[in-house]
């Protein structure tokens, strides 16, 4: 007999109202098998099984029972709040049903529930390792649902499945857990997951203790492995940011007896400084021992050398001297192009001029065009001079001698204001987060300037730059002393700088003192630059900065809410924070001030610059906005946030919006556009070749907007950045958010309000090269591979000079009638010529034989040969201090048989190519060499690199910085550069140029 089909709920759903227990047993048993299918008839009596739940005659197991039920009808509700209290109430029923696998998506649904539930009744709580925490208010999470996650975490970690408790555990503030994970299983990639997960904030837990506590766990974890990662240990110590622990490591490095961990001090070192602000590597430096009988080849010396700076400083400065591949057809067009007569367009140039030249001390450019030069007026000036330290940036040893002619003089009257304020101003971007040696400096000219605001401006703004974060009270008690004489321009200059100065450190008095002149004051400028201030002082904070957020974004001047949107961004940096994503977008939406929108959209960029690709994603309705302050927020979003990633889903984007009819729109589109492709190649990102393209139009047509053609110009700037050779980057190599460069570029937004803030763009400037030093901080010369075609990571091709055409004579006009009157004249000459027996012309012509049988019947030797088309190699060998390109490096590989290696990887995994046929000479790749080398996500990348010799008995040969001028001869009166010493000459110095002024010193 064939089994009936079940149709209906109707006759389980009618036992119910029945009043013996026995029989709403079985009821509830048959609802239980039918409740899947027919769950919306099971509603309509829903309320009948929630009191069946809550009823005390019934056994335990009959509730639980309802309980289920209830809590099945729920999730197809989709009440998923009430299904998981119901399911909670079924107890060990709710497990059977887990085991049993009759409802997956069901029990999938309510596990993923009680996660997400149990994870934010954990944060709620306060932080379990705050010393500070009562363990008695703290609250408890409801029993039945630790059960079912205590059972998670059982079964995951039984079955070896270890990733997913330890991401509950991290979100949850579970400590016991990751212990009890990482002691089962101490695997490398284990624990690089649950370091990337706290570096990368893909964990959204705001108990800055309980991670505190953790990355002081993996601290003793990673040196432990088989083969010990100790650039893993060097991204904690910058996390933890424990000068006395890195310090710690680095002397148990360098006092061992092994080569290879002596190295690694080296490079743990070089890494710390990459990333390090100047208040760490100070105090790490402080604890390095002193000088000792060796003298200068003290390992000791060595370590306190790097941590100064001075080393990598000094290697970026050679690379980008010696790589330089600026096209200077590009400028001279440029500067055709716009009229000089115009600020705006001259300023834009000097930017231009500024980026492409970042770091290469070349000033071609200036001397080729000083007529040019001496149209700079007022603030011009001050822009153009203030460039130069763009040019000389990280020349510390020589920054004094390069802008001495131009700094105010000691003794005597001020030759221009505006020259000597851009000097200073150019003094602290040459000495940019390195500006120990001249604080003192700068501090002195900014107290003996007496009511010069323009040399102030430049003189706060100086040391905010070279004084980031380095926490010194004397220069801010300065800046601060300034400010009180309410000068609006030296205000908001002190504004910036006191913020800069305090840069992370949360301090509340200062915040204060800077929130309550904002209100006092009368001067917009300083309001600003007291917002811009107090977002600096909180950089970092995260939740910390909560209180001061909250308090801005309530204020009634749309400055200071300007102020609190860069705090969120700030404090938030690099987070994903998803309160701080949510909030940034209501204030984008719903803001009464175009400012403060702007703002909130282009601090997105400072949030999410870590995961660039969720950014054209959040971004795209707003891209499309009805008010173009809030489109242009998004062009620099995008920009920022996928900076050197070529991110084709960005450049689709902001493509249409460079045709947007509002011009600072296409400003901001041209702007971002350049920051996306930089660094990248026409083979990788088809847009580069009409973007530059692009570029050009908008500059050479005079009917274009002055913004869209100011935007173009610094365009082609940031997109050639440093001679071609540097790249745009708010993270660190070592994975982590780079202060600087995230700094600089707040900074560099707010050239919408002050053009000579754009300068600060070149703090995001990060060189693109591969530095192999050896145990002695000297460069050998080598080679290594890339593999790949080395089309595909070279140079753009240089723009060409336009040709003159050839003049071709336009053909005689010849009507028909005279033609054919020729042609008739022509046969009757032929015809009396064959009468009188003459050969026709035509028998005399010699006759041509056909190519092919000339090829054919001339030896083979006398043929010419057809020129097969040369096929481009697979590979190419690259010398040390060369450009590697962030798409180049996971091809780079250094052959076995070479004598130096890498002592930390240099890509973030290990890749080695498949063997092709064609390729006999190809080296082969291999493995990086090295004892201490972990394949992890963040390897470091290029940069910096201390290298393995295999062979220390062989002779090496050195890479030798180009020579210096010992020192500079004393700048002549109103500041004339009639030596050559006071600028960076290029190339050989056999010939001495032609003397020559600036004329800064010429107000006009």
């Not at 040709?803 to 020729?822: G, N, P, Q, R």
């Not at 015809?831 to 019947?857: H, S, Y």
């Amino acid at each position: 007999m064939v089994a009936q089909m079940q149709t209906t709920a109707a006759g389980a759903l009618a036992l119910l109202s029945e009043t013996e227990p026995d029989i709403q047993e079985y009821a509830l048993q048959e609802l239980n098998d039918l409740v899947n299918e027919f769950w919306a008839e099971v509603s309509e009596e829903v309320t009948k099984i929630e009191t069946l739940y809550e009823s005390s005659s019934l056994s335990p197991s009959t509730r639980s029972l309802a309980a289920l039920i209830a809590s099945k009808v729920y999730y197809n509700l989709q009440e998923y709040d009430d299904a998981l209290t119901f399911a909670l109430g079924a107890g060990d029923l709710f497990e059977v049903e887990r085991k049993s696998g009759r409802s997956p998506e069901y029990v999938e649904t309510i596990i993923s529930k009680c996660i997400d539930t149990y994870i934010a009744e954990r944060v709620a709580l306060p932080d379990p390792d705050d010393d500070g925490t009562d363990a008695k208010t703290a609250g408890s999470i409801d029993p039945r649902l630790q059960g079912i996650i205590e059972g998670i975490f059982r079964a995951d970690i039984d079955t070896g499945e270890y990733k997913q408790p330890l991401g509950v555990a991290l979100e949850s503030s579970r400590f016991d857990i990751i212990q009890r994970v990482l002691s089962r299983s101490p695997d490398a990639d284990l624990l690089s997951y649950v370091l990337s997960a706290l570096t990368e904030h893909t964990v959204s837990n705001p108990h800055v203790h309980f991670r505190e506590k953790v990355l002081r766990y993996l601290l003793g974890l990673f040196p432990s492995l088989p083969t010990p990662d100790y650039f893993s240990t060097t991204r904690i110590l910058l996390l933890l940011n424990d000068a006395a622990l890195a310090s710690s490591f680095l002397k148990d490095l360098t006092e061992s007896k092994q080569e290879e961990k002596q190295l690694v001090a080296l490079q743990m070192a070089f890494d710390l400084v990459d990333s390090g602000t100047q208040e760490f590597l100070d105090l790490v430096k402080s604890q390095i021992p002193g000088p000792s009988e060796e003298g200068a080849q003290d390992a000791f010396a060595k370590l306190r050398r790097i941590l100064a700076g001075e080393e990598s400083v000094a290697l970026y400065l050679e690379f980008l001297k010696q790589n330089n591949h600026t096209d200077m057809l590009i400028l001279k067009n440029t500067k055709d192009a716009l009229e000089a007569r115009s600020s705006v367009y001259h300023s834009a140039l000097s930017f231009a001029n500024a980026f492409m030249h970042t770091g290469t001390t070349s000033d071609t450019f200036l001397r080729d065009n000083l007529e040019w030069l001496g149209r700079a007026t007022n603030w011009s000036k001050f822009t153009a001079t203030a460039a130069l330290g763009l040019l000389h940036k990280g020349n510390l040893a020589r920054s004094m001698q390069l802008l001495g002619p131009y700094l105010p003089p000691e003794n005597g009257p001020s030759q221009s204001a505006y020259s000597e304020g851009g000097a200073l101003y150019a003094l602290g971007l040459v000495h940019a987060n390195r500006g120990e040696a001249v604080l003192g400096y700068l501090k002195g000219v900014l107290s003996s300037a007496g009511r010069d605001e323009v040399v102030q401006h430049g003189a706060a703004l100086g040391i905010g730059v070279a004084g980031m974060a380095s926490g010194n009270e004397d220069v801010y008690e300065e800046l601060r002393t300034i400010l009180f004489g309410d000068s609006a321009v030296a205000g908001e200059a002190c504004g910036y700088a006191m913020g800069l100065v305090m840069l992370g450190t949360g301090q509340r008095k200062a915040f204060d003192e800077m929130l309550q002149y904002a209100h006092e004051t009368q001067h917009e400028k300083i309001i600003r630059g007291m917002a811009m201030g107090m977002a600096f002082l909180y950089y970092g904070k995260q939740s910390a900065a909560d209180e001061v957020i909250d308090l801005l974004i309530k204020e009634k001047d749309p400055i200071l809410r300007y102020g609190g949107v860069y705090t969120i961004a700030l404090a938030y940096a690099g987070t994903s924070d998803n309160n701080a994503v949510r909030r940034v977008l209501h204030l984008a939406v719903s803001d009464t001030s175009d400012d403060v929108r702007r703002a909130a959209v282009t601090s997105l960029a400072f949030l999410l610059f870590k995961n660039p690709t969720q950014v054209p994603r959040v971004v795209q309705l707003l891209s499309e906005s009805y008010n173009p302050h809030v489109r242009y927020g998004a062009t620099l979003a995008l920009g920022i946030s996928c900076a050197g990633t070529g991110l084709q889903d960005a450049v689709q984007l902001l493509e249409p919006m460079t045709k947007d009819p509002v011009d600072f729109v296409r400003q901001g589109a041209m702007i971002s556009l350049a920051m996306i492709l930089v660094q990248r190649t026409a083979a990788h990102s088809p847009a580069v070749s009409a973007t530059r393209a692009l570029y050009a139009k908008v500059i050479a047509d005079k009917h274009e907007d002055p913004m869209a053609r100011f935007g173009a110009t610094l365009a082609q700037g940031l997109i050639d950045a440093g001679g071609r050779n540097v790249t745009i980057s708010l993270q660190s190599r070592a994975g982590g958010a780079n202060m600087s460069a995230i700094v600089g570029m707040a900074l560099f937004t707010q050239f919408w309000y002050w053009y000579p803030l754009a300068h600060c763009a070149s703090l995001a400037f990060s060189p693109t090269a591969f530095i192999g030093v050896t145990g002695e901080l000297k460069v050998p010369k080598f080679d290594f591979v890339s593999q790949g075609k080395p089309s595909l990571w070279a140079y753009p091709a240089s723009t060409k000079p336009p040709t003159k055409e050839a003049i071709e004579k336009v053909a005689t006009a010849v009507l028909s009638t005279t033609a054919k009157a020729k042609a008739r004249a022509k046969t009757k000459e032929q015809e009396k010529g064959a009468a009188d027996g003459d050969a026709m012309d035509t028998d005399e012509k010699p006759v041509v034989p056909d190519q092919k049988e000339t090829d054919g019947a001339k030896p083979e030797g006398d043929s010419l040969p057809s020129q097969p088309k040369k096929r481009e190699p697979t590979f190419e060998k690259i010398p040390n201090m060369s450009r590697v390109i962030p798409a180049q490096l996971p091809h780079i590989a250094f052959p076995p048989e070479g004598r130096f290696f890498p002592i930390r990887p240099v890509t973030g995994t290990q890749r080695v190519a498949a063997p092709r046929k064609a390729a006999k000479a190809r080296a082969a790749p291999s493995v990086t060499a090295g004892a201490f080398v972990n394949s992890a996500q963040y390897a470091g990348g290029g940069g910096i690199v201390v290298l393995l010799d295999k062979r220390p008995g062989e002779p090496v040969e050195y890479i030798e910085p180009e020579p210096l001028v010992s020192e500079a001869p004393a700048p002549a009166p109103g500041m004339e550069v009639d030596q050559p010493a006071p600028i960076e000459l290029e190339g050989e110095e056999a010939a001495m140029p032609e003397p020559f002024e600036y004329p800064f010193g010429q107000d006009t």
